[in-house]
C-alpha cells in the first residue's frame, strides 16, 4: 500500500460490554511511508480501507520487532512499549480522509488535531458525535455512565475516592497531549480536538472547543468555539464570544484574522480579516446594522455586518450618545504585551 492518511496504535478504555470510551495515541501518524503501512498490513491482516483494528499484547511483540526489522526503529519502540499493557489496544488505520465511522477513528482526528498535524477544517468530522460516548471523567480515568454508580460504590467500599471531573463527550486535551510553548490556566477549558498554537496563552476564563483554536502567539482570555481558528498575534479578551457551528453560525465559518482585539465581553458572528478591533461588550452578529463612517466621523452608508466579514484594518464600536454601531478604518496597530506573551 502506497499511500495512507493517518496510522496510529493507542491504548484505551473499554466498558464491561467491551464498548471503547476513548483512545489515547500517543504518537500519530500523517501520511506515514507507505513501507510502514505495508508492514503493519502484513502483520494485521489489514486489506484497504478505514478500519480500528482490536490488538493483542502478543500482536504488539510481533509487529514491533517486523518495524524495527523494516527500519522503523522508532515506530516498532513504540509498539513494544504497548505490548506490555494491560489494557485494551487498539491500531488505527485511515487509508482515507473519511468521514470517522468507530470511536477509535473519531479519536485519532481528535489527535490529529491537538498534535499540530491538521488544522481545524483540514479533517472530516461529519457524525462524530454518535461516535464519542458521554463519559464519566474521573481521577480513575473513563467510566461509563451506566456503570458509574457501581464503580463508586466500590471505590467507597475500599476507602477510596472516585472524583468526577466532568462527564462530557470530549475529555481535557491536556490528558492527551499538551503540545509545545503554551500556557493553560485551566486545563479543563481546552478540549481534546482543539489546535493551539505555540506562543498561546490560554487563561482561567478562555476556553478552546474541539476542531478550534489558534495559530499562535494569542492571549485567549473569552471562548474559542467550534469551527473557529485565530490567527496569530490576535487577542480575546475577558468573556468575548465567537459564534461557532455550534452555537448560531451555521455553516459560516467565522474566523479572526491575524493582529485583531476582540475586546472584553464583545462578541463576533462575522469572519474578521487581520488588523481588526471590536470594542468592548459590542456584539457584531451577521445581519445587524453598521455605519460606515469616513475619516471625519460622517456616516457613508449603512451596511450589513455581513458585508464588512474578512475586510481588513476595521475598528467596530458603539456610538455613546446615538447607540448606533459604527465602523471605521482601524489606524492604531495592536501592540501585544509582550510580557503576557512569553512563555519561557
Known amino acids: 500500500m502506497s499511500e495512507c492518511f493517518s496510522l496510529a496504535f493507542g491504548v484505551g478504555t473499554q466498558n464491561s460490554a467491551g464498548e471503547w470510551l476513548e483512545v489515547f495515541y500517543p504518537h500519530p501518524l500523517l501520511n506515514p511511508p507507505g513501507e510502514l503501512v505495508k508492514v503493519v498490513a502484513d502483520q494485521l491482516g489489514y486489506q484497504g480501507g478505514n478500519q480500528a483494528i482490536d490488538l493483542a499484547p502478543s500482536q504488539c511483540d510481533v509487529l514491533s520487532k517486523a518495524l524495527e526489522a523494516a527500519g522503523f526503529a522508532e515506530a ?169 457551528t455550534l452555537s448560531g453560525g451555521g455553516n459560516i465559518v467565522i474566523a479572526v484574522g491575524e493582529g485583531c482585539l476582540i475586546g472584553a465581553n464583545a462578541g463576533i458572528g462575522i469572519p ?36 464588512l466579514a474578512n475586510q481588513t484594518d476595521l475598528l467596530f464600536r458603539r456610538n455613546s450618545q446615538t447607540g448606533a454601531i459604527e465602523c471605521k478604518t482601524n489606524k492604531s496597530a495592536i501592540q501585544l504585551n509582550e510580557m503576557l506573551h512569553a512563555h519561557n
Open 76 to 244: 516498532g519502540g513504540w509498539v513494544a512499549q504497548l505490548a506490555k499493557s494491560n489494557r485494551p489496544l487498539v491500531a488505527a488505520v485511515l487509508e482515507t480522509d473519511e468521514a470517522p465511522v468507530s470511536t477509535p477513528e473519531a479519536y485519532l482526528k481528535l489527535h490529529l488535531l491537538s498534535h499540530r498535524l491538521v488544522k481545524p477544517h483540514g479533517v472530516v468530522l461529519a457524525g462524530i458525535f454518535p461516535l464519542l460516548p458521554n463519559v464519566a471523567w474521573t481521577n480513575h480515568g473513563a467510566i461509563d455512565i451506566n456503570e458509574l454508580p457501581q464503580r463508586q460504590l466500590a471505590a467507597r467500599m475500599q476507602g477510596n475516592s472516585l472524583v468526577v471531573h466532568s462527564v462530557d463527550k470530549f475529555p481535557s486535551m491536556t490528558d492527551y497531549v499538551v503540545p509545545s510553548g503554551i500556557r493553560i490556566a485551566d486545563t479543563a477549558r481546552v478540549r481534546l480536538g482543539a489546535y493551539v498554537g505555540e506562543g498561546t496563552t490560554v487563561m482561567h476564563e478562555g476556553f478552546i472547543n474541539f476542531n478550534a483554536g489558534t495559530a499562535g502567539t494569542s492571549m485567549v482570555e473569552g471562548r474559542i468555539s467550534a469551527g473557529v481558528f485565530v490567527g496569530k498575534g490576535s487577542d480575546l479578551g475577558g468573556g468575548c464570544s465567537t459564534m461557532g
Open 272 to 307: 474578521l480579516g487581520d488588523r481588526c478591533t471590536v470594542e468592548a461588550g459590542l456584539y457584531i452578529t451577521a445581519g445587524i446594522k453598521v455605519a460606515l463612517l469616513d475619516e471625519a466621523d460622517n456616516v457613508v452608508e449603512i451596511v450589513k455586518a455581513r458585508d
